[in-house]
């Protein structure tokens, strides 16, 4: 009756449910804790082009380029059981038949913002530093430590994001292969909110009792006609993540 | 240990056999009624690969929901390549049609630079949606999931697994 098996096993079946029951209290608990996302979307500059987007790309197509600003204040969305925010920025614009058919949405933009309590990983998102911030100085002694960007801005916290005139990281086409003249097209800001422990939680724009829907995060536009030659190689250079795999996906 | 199990009557033997198949065998039901709750053939994945770090780390524990028919982008689904048998787990990036049209979707994973489309079967430009997607996430428990990595790369662990549990089960009724 109380040999070391028994023991060892009602130890071990105790730990099992002690661990459940705290991770469900976990992820129960970010219910608690209010949510004011607040942020302000813009488009900055949107250039049509024709040509080949990627590198398997087979024919030429028509490709956007969505340049934007952005304003975000997302450090409410930042709970003890928050381990990082997905953040992306997607453009949509009507289908060709849009009774019946929902809007076609495309992502080109995102970033990865860790928690500060995350362990450090290489694919986390930089955040530009103005250009006007003093560069720090070497260190005499030694390598000097390197030093690694903030994903937000300097004396914020994580959640604040203000870029201006900020290039895509993809540059989208259409299925059809045509983008160019499209209107009623939307910029929207959107995150996900990936946890220690419990439910994956995405935009919510309604409120929902401690936590408030998003306010802003919306600009309204139209994709231009197909640009010509005029357009310069450095206006589509688009910007590289913090992906680590950066051939071919594994 | 083993004259215990040879004074057993056949009658004892026999329930205890009995016992066993029950245990296994309401773990197989389970499972199979997770799986129609969440109308996924899989509704709990182990990641198995590095290309959605930082979010999901090899070994832990998805749950997944295939009952949402429009999928939005940002949504983490789990696939099956055309022809392969390995569930690939990454985020839409891209959708095309729904409604009445079939949906397509582009996926990347979060730590790749380029997207999926070198993935698909060769023909295959993007997944449908109603075909090659087994479920999207909507939950996550850390690092549970790495034993049964142990288990797919050692093999006689797995063995050694339920013969330990077989033995345990039977020679425990005493």
Do not use: C
């Amino acid at each position: 009756m109380h040999n070391t098996l028994t023991r060892v096993q009602n130890v071990f079946g105790f730990f099992t449910s002690v661990a459940f029951a705290v991770a469900a209290a976990i992820a129960m608990s970010v219910l608690l804790s209010p949510q004011t996302p607040s942020a302000s979307l813009e488009l900055r500059n949107v250039q049509v082009v024709k040509g080949r987007p990627h590198y398997y790309s087979t024919k030429r197509e028509e490709y956007a380029h969505v340049k934007f600003d952005l304003d975000a204040d997302l450090t409410s969305l930042f709970s003890w059981n928050t381990k990082q925010l997905f953040l992306y920025i997607t453009a949509s614009y009507p289908s060709s038949d849009p009774t019946i058919i929902p809007p076609s949405e495309a992502v080109i933009w995102d970033a990865i913002i860790p928690s500060d309590y995350a362990p450090l990983h290489p694919n986390t998102y930089i955040h530009p530093t103005s250009k006007t911030a003093p560069k720090p100085k070497k260190s005499a002694k030694g390598k000097g430590k390197k030093e690694v960007g903030k994903p937000y801005p300097a004396g914020a916290s994580p959640g604040i994001v203000r870029l201006d005139n900020q290039k895509p990281k993809y540059q989208i086409t259409d299925v059809s292969g045509k983008i160019a003249e499209r209107e009623n097209a939307t910029l929207t800001l959107h995150w996900n909110v990936q946890p220690w422990v419990g439910a994956l939680v995405w935009t919510n724009t309604k409120t929902v009792g401690r936590w408030q829907g998003l306010q802003g995060g919306e600009a309204k536009f139209a994709f231009p006609p197909l640009k010509g030659t005029e357009v310069k190689k450095d206006d589509l250079k688009t910007e590289t993540g913090g992906e680590r795999n950066r051939g071919s996906p594994a | 240990m083993f004259g215990s199990l040879a004074a057993l009557q056949p009658r004892q033997l026999a329930a205890q056999i009995l016992n066993f198949a029950l245990v296994l065998s309401t773990a197989f039901m389970l499972w199979k009624g997770l799986s129609v709750f969440t109308n996924s053939s899989s509704p709990i994945v182990v990641v198995l690969s590095g290309s959605m770090e930082p979010a999901f780390q090899r070994g832990d524990l998805l749950f997944l929901w295939n009952r949402g028919i429009e999928t939005q982008v940002g949504e983490v689904v789990v696939y099956n390549v055309r022809g392969k048998d390995i569930p690939i787990v990454h985020r839409v990036i891209r959708r095309f049609g729904g409604g009445s049209a079939p949906l397509s979707l582009l996926t990347k994973g979060d730590n790749n630079a380029a997207d999926d489309t070198e993935l698909y079967a060769h023909d295959q430009s993007y997944l449908d949606r109603s075909k090659d997607v087994v479920g999207s996430v909507v939950g996550f428990v850390p690092f549970v999931g790495y034993v049964t990595i142990l288990l797919s790369e050692y093999p006689w662990l797995k063995t050694a697994m339920l013969i330990f549990m077989a033995a345990s089960v039977v020679l425990q009724r005493e």
